[in-house]
């Protein structure tokens, strides 16, 4: 297995004294997805659970309809590059394939040509879905505390999923923080896990694409440390989605599903 994080000796200013230490830093590779023999994407994304965020991307990138269609990810013939073969009765759409499906790690959003070709046409969310707010404040402890890359580096995005109680069920980091969604969504999914009753927390900001992400793999909520863009919130709205952003107890904003935020 790779590793998630790298050591180097560094110089470290301290006022007017420098001295040499040993920093942690997050790794980052390229990893090449190719579906039966076509190469698809090159997602730059910190080593570990590969199979998850290929599984995650496929959902998320509509390439796939359910992990079923999926015969199996190998990532073994060769180092960072994922080779995915799909059922005999699958076949690829190539058209779907016609935008630039390369995802940096800053940007997972580039090259594509516009709203209407991303939104998978998924349909409004329509669940159940509640939590309190005494739970959605207990969430940012539970993630930083989970957070064990992030501890040693600094330089993770993280993303989980939890239960309507509150309860983690899994936890991804990634310097990439749609590589880290994918990560989750991909795990849920073979876990055939129920994503209409979870919640997808992300680290910092949240983004377009990860509101985008959520509602085709079905997740009502999307929660985040830090603020939302004005797309991000135009999407979870349009989508029946609720969008909480800037989660910083004692407090937080509801930008759009506040019905499933109760007191």
Excluded at 1 to 7: G, I, V, Y
Excluded at 17 to 42: F, M, N, W, Y
Excluded at 230 to 238: C, Q
Aim: net charge negative.
């Amino acid at each position: 297995m790779r590793e998630e994080s790298s050591e180097y000796q560094i110089t470290k200013q301290l006022g007017d004294e420098r001295q040499r230490v040993t920093d942690c830093v997050a790794s980052e590779e390229p990893l090449q997805i190719t579906v039966d023999g076509t190469p698809v994407a090159v997602v730059m994304r910190t080593p570990g659970h590969d199979e998850d965020l290929v599984k995650g991307f496929l959902l998320t990138e509509g390439l796939v309809n359910s992990l079923d269609e999926v015969l199996r990810v190998d990532l073994e013939i060769k180092q960072n590059h994922a080779l995915v073969f799909l059922a005999d009765d699958v076949v690829l759409d190539h058209q779907s394939l016609s935008r630039n499906l390369y995802s940096a790690s800053s940007c997972g959003i580039c090259g594509k040509a516009s709203i209407e070709a991303i939104q998978q046409n998924a349909p409004p969310i329509e669940s159940g879905f509640m939590m309190p707010v005494k739970t959605v404040m207990g969430l940012p402890d539970t993630l930083r505390a989970e957070q064990e890359v992030f501890a040693n580096t600094g330089g993770l995005h993280a993303a989980a999923l939890f239960s309507e109680d509150g309860k983690l069920l899994v936890l991804r980091e990634d310097v990439g923080r749609h590589n880290a969604v994918d990560k989750v969504i991909g795990w849920a999914a073979k876990e055939k896990i129920d994503r209409a009753d979870t919640l997808l927390q992300v680290s910092g900001r949240v983004s377009f694409e990860v509101v985008q992400k959520a509602l085709v793999a079905r997740i009502p909520v999307v929660s985040a440390i830090s603020a939302p863009s004005s797309l991000a919130v135009d999407f979870a709205r349009e989508s029946g989605q609720t969008l909480i952003g800037f989660l910083r107890p004692p407090k937080f904003n509801i930008y759009s599903g506040d019905e499933r935020i109760t007191d």
